[in-house]
């Protein structure tokens, strides 16, 4: 599958169903239900390509259109994303963001289903 030039690979699919269900289908910067969590997407406080915090879930976010003014404004994010988790956990997070991890899906899906089941 794929958004625009950005291919979304199964494990990121399960993973933001996932995510989106245990947050509550809510925008975490204003607070928005969205009803089975159309309207929400995951952010990546660090990028994607980052595989070793790609399913962390103090890099991710669940927001609606607030996702493109943290786009926009990434020094607001920043400063929402460090209040959020609070000094010690955003610097593991940036810490944790710069180390190599090779990707493997198959067992990042075992893993997801495990941490993440759907029933």
Same mark, same amino acid.
């Given at each position: 599958?794929?958004?625009? !030039? #950005?291919? #979304? !690979?199964?494990? @990121? %699919?399960?993973? *933001?169903? %996932?995510?989106? $269900?245990?947050? =509550? ?12 969590? $159309?309207?929400? *997407? ?6 994607? !390509? &980052?595989? =070793? /915090? !790609?399913? +962390?879930?103090? &890099?991710?976010? /669940?927001? +609606? ?7 926009? =404004?990434? &020094?607001?994010?920043? @400063?929402?994303?460090? $209040? ?6 955003? @610097? ?5 963001? &710069? ?5 493997? +899906?198959?067992?990042?899906? #075992?893993?997801?289903? $495990? ?5």
């Amino acid at each position: 599958m794929s958004f625009g !030039r #950005i291919k #979304i !690979r199964p494990t @990121d %699919a399960y993973f *933001s169903k %996932a995510l989106r $269900k245990k947050r =509550n289908y809510r925008c975490e910067k204003c607070g928005t239900f969205y009803p089975d969590g $159309k309207g929400l *997407s995951v952010s990546h406080f660090y990028g994607r !390509r &980052n595989e =070793n /915090v !790609r399913f +962390d879930e103090d &890099n991710c976010d /669940v927001l +609606d259109y607030c996702h493109q003014k943290f786009e926009e =404004n990434p &020094n607001d994010y920043r @400063d929402w994303k460090l $209040k959020k988790l609070g000094k010690k956990k955003f @610097d593991a997070l940036k810490l944790k963001s &710069n180390f190599y991890c090779k990707r493997d +899906d198959k067992l990042t899906m #075992i893993w997801l289903k $495990k941490e993440y089941p759907t029933n």
